[in-house]
Antibody, heavy 120, light 108 residues
Framework: EVQLEQSGAEVKKPGESLKISCQGS????????IAWVRQMPGKGLEFMGI????????RYSPSFEGQVTISVDKSISTAYLQWSSLKASDTGVYYC?????????????WGQGTMVTVSP | EIVLTQSPGTLSLSPGESATLSCRAS???????LAWYQQKPGQAPRLLIY???SRATGIPDRFSGSGSGTDFTLTISRLEPEDFAVYYC?????????FGGGTKVEIK
């Protein structure tokens, strides 16, 4: 079964750093792009960026460029989303998703989401 | 960046009725690179439709997508109790991905 397993919920203070993970299984991890999507409380979905695990090529939405870093450790089939200095406005649920075929395609498999709470 | 506008914001219907959801793009969507997702409370989104009209694996045929250019539609015929949820459209052409604001389908 194709699955993406995300790391658990986090509670952090403003200014702290954070790295959350997304581990793929049941398919060849390096062959499919992985996307990150934010959902702020009670709001819609926002595309953050996308990464190709095969060569670590990462692209960012203009809204998130410079705010987060997307990376991968293909030896353990895991993608990461990290912040160097969190803000309260980073509070939300973060999903990773597998891109269906090419870089420009729909997201066919989703992780369960990681809730990030940033509060003083 | 292509902006997707979904309407209506909320649709109140009864089980057995049909739902018609609209997604309008600010520019033409390349090659019908348009997807629809369903999200229930506390759950991750689920892919329903890709390529504007192709159903994803395991999606019942009461879900259908249509449209091209800037105007796209998701139709749910014969609403089942499990279909009451929020639906998002997404475009994935023109060098980026963007989502619409969502349409909530609620029980009347």
């Amino acid at each position: 079964e194709v699955q993406l397993e995300q790391s658990g919920a986090e509670v952090k203070k403003p200014g702290e750093s954070l790295k959350i993970s997304c581990q793929g299984s049941g398919y060849t991890f390096t062959n499919y792009w992985i996307a990150w999507v934010r959902q702020m409380p009670g709001k819609g979905l926002e595309f953050m960026g996308i990464l190709y695990p095969g060569d670590s090529d990462a692209r960012y939405s203009p809204s998130f460029e410079g705010q987060v870093t997307i990376s991968v450790d293909k030896s353990i089939s895991t993608a990461y989303l990290q912040w160097s200095s969190l803000k309260a406005s980073d509070t939300g649920v973060y999903y990773c998703a597998r891109v269906r075929w090419s870089r420009f395609d729909a997201f066919d498999v989703w992780g369960q989401g990681t809730m990030v709470t940033v509060s003083p | 960046e292509i902006v997707l506008t979904q309407s209506p914001g909320t649709l109140s219907l009864s089980p057995g009725e049909s739902a018609t959801l609209s997604c309008r793009a600010s520019q033409s969507v390349s090659s019908s690179y348009l997807a629809w997702y369903q999200q229930k409370p506390g759950q991750a989104p689920r892919l329903l439709i890709y390529g504007a009209a192709s159903r994803a694996t395991g999606i019942p045929d009461r879900f259908s997508g249509s449209g091209s250019g800037t105007d796209f539609t998701l139709t749910i015929s014969r609403l089942e109790p499990e279909d009451f949820a929020v639906y998002y459209c997404q475009q994935y052409g023109r060098s980026s991905h963007t989502f619409g604001g969502g349409t909530k389908v609620e029980i009347k």
